[in-house]
């Protein structure tokens, strides 16, 4: 009983350590939050946190880093399953609401990795790199399975794929950097209105659409 108590209190220790790092480094920046602050922010002594993290600092942003990448793979794999029974047009606008909220609830995080993307790792930039490789890989197959139905027509679906999710990462800057840069202030109707953008140019063409033949003859 009493070793399961201090588990757990051991847990609840380390999470206060990440919370208070993962807060000040999205406000202060990593080289401006010393050690010290972030010991006393959650009242305890520089001891504790090398403890828990020997490697101090630097160990704390790999902790932070690997472990929302291993949040957002499973979010991502969840959306692969919702959108499977929907129509092209709502798969599309849960994938990108999906995406843009999975990179957006943790604010701090996403902060972190825009402004210190240097200090990314080979691992941890492996993991970002293998993270991004797999959504636009999951999305490619999507829309090769909407051309096989007849949804959209023939493209270039890695490019395609590419280019659609790079549209919700504009969404997501904007509100990481605080800058509109969405010419919709309200960033889901804007998620809409670019869906049926893309849906316009990728659509196959109906029967009736297609422009029929026009027969040359030898002039008699």
């Not at 070793?3 to 480094?25: C, G, Y």
């Not at 403890?51 to 969840?78: C, D, N, T, W």
């Not at 609830?105 to 993270?131: C, H, P, S, V, Y």
């Amino acid at each position: 009983m009493t070793r399961n108590i201090r588990k757990e209190q051991a847990a609840e220790t380390r999470e206060k350590i990440l919370e208070a790092a993962k807060s000040l480094f999205a406000e202060k920046g990593y080289h401006g939050t010393p050690v010290r602050e972030i010991t006393r922010k959650i009242g305890m002594g520089d001891g504790i946190l090398y403890h828990y993290f020997p490697g101090g600092k630097r160990e704390i942003m790999a902790v932070l880093l690997r472990e929302s990448f291993e949040h957002r793979r499973e979010g991502i794999k969840q959306i692969q399953r919702v959108i499977e029974d929907l129509d092209l047009r709502d798969a599309m606008i849960t994938i990108k609401r999906r995406l843009y909220e999975l990179f957006t609830e943790d604010m701090d995080l996403t902060r972190i990795l825009f402004r210190e993307n240097d200090l990314l790792g080979f691992e941890e930039a492996e993991q970002l790199t293998a993270l991004i490789r797999e959504q636009c890989a999951i999305f490619e197959k999507f829309l090769r399975d909407r051309h096989e139905k007849g949804e959209i027509r023939a493209l270039d679906f890695r490019i395609a794929s590419r280019q659609f999710l790079s549209t919700t990462l504009h969404a997501i800057m904007s509100k990481s950097v605080g800058i509109q840069l969405l010419n919709e202030p309200d960033v889901y109707k804007h998620m809409e209105e670019n869906v049926d953008f893309t849906i316009d140019l990728w659509r196959a063409p109906s029967a009736t659409e297609k422009k029929p033949k026009v027969l040359l003859c030898d002039s008699q």
